[in-house]
């Protein structure tokens, strides 16, 4: 099996939570072991992935800024799906859907090759110490997983707050062929998490990346 990207955390589930995750109206889309078709889950739309999405109260916000586009968000934390679930009927959003697996199993098993519009990758964990630097999402096995399923000229958007994973995310993605792009702005697209601003709060600088996946 290979290393995974988070800690598996049990945390408690409220009874709204529990209560989101079991309406079965189709929003919360299982593990499946073969692909699926986006076009039949969203159509006509455009299709991005969100890898780790905490509580997703800024997926929530920008999926309801953005009707033109379908949103995949993939979180492993049983809360934070049901969390999630229970925004996106509160406020009728119609181009979510939502799934409590390991996205990069997602990836390889779900997701037919060249499909996404774009992954978003928000404050991935980010494994501080010298010795778990290995569990990082962004590594050049994993750029290249994502780049085989994305569109070209598709998006991948990241921000950290840990310089050294920035470092690390530049350095892999120059030297991937499948990736271009580097440091942007601040886009006022992106609203602040709570993540972000607990370390905004303790004066971490949050760097913010955006790579284009290449022409085949
Ligand atoms: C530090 S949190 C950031 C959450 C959110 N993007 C934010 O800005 O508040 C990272 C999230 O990524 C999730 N995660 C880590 N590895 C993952 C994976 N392989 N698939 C899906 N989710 C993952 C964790 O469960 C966690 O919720």
Redesign the pocket.
């Known amino acids: 099996m290979s290393i995974?990207?988070?800690k598996p955390?049990r945390g408690r589930v409220t009874p709204r939570q529990a209560a989101a995750l079991d309406v079965g109206d189709g929003l919360l889309i299982e593990l499946g072991r073969t692909a699926f078709s986006l076009k039949d889950e969203w159509p006509g739309l455009p299709v991005i992935l969100?890898?780790?999405?905490?509580?997703g109260?800024?997926t929530a916000m920008m999926a309801g800024r953005q009707p033109h586009l379908g949103l995949l968000a993939?979180?492993?934390?049983t809360p934070?799906i049901g969390d999630l679930l229970h925004r996106v009927r509160t406020i009728g959003l119609t181009n979510v859907r939502v799934m409590e697996?390991?996205?990069?199993?997602?990836l390889r098993t779900m997701i037919p090759q060249g499909s996404l519009a774009g992954i978003r990758?928000?404050?991935?964990?980010?494994w501080p110490k010298v010795r778990h630097h290995k569990r990082r999402?962004v590594t050049a096995e994993h750029a290249s997983l994502i780049g085989s399923r994305t569109v070209t000229s598709g998006t991948w958007d990241l921000?950290t707050d840990w310089a050294h994973y920035a470092d690390q995310m530049i350095d892999v993605l120059n030297k991937h062929p499948m990736w271009e792009g580097g440091a942007v702005d601040r886009t006022s697209d992106r609203p602040v998490?709570?993540?972000?601003q607990t370390a905004l709060d303790q004066g971490r600088e949050v760097t913010d990346l955006r790579y284009f996946r290449t022409i085949r």
């Open positions: 995974r990207t988070y955390r969100e890898i780790g999405f905490g509580t109260a800024a993939v979180d492993v934390h934070g697996a390991d996205a990069l199993e997602v990758t928000y404050f991935p964990d980010p999402l921000a998490t709570r993540y972000e």
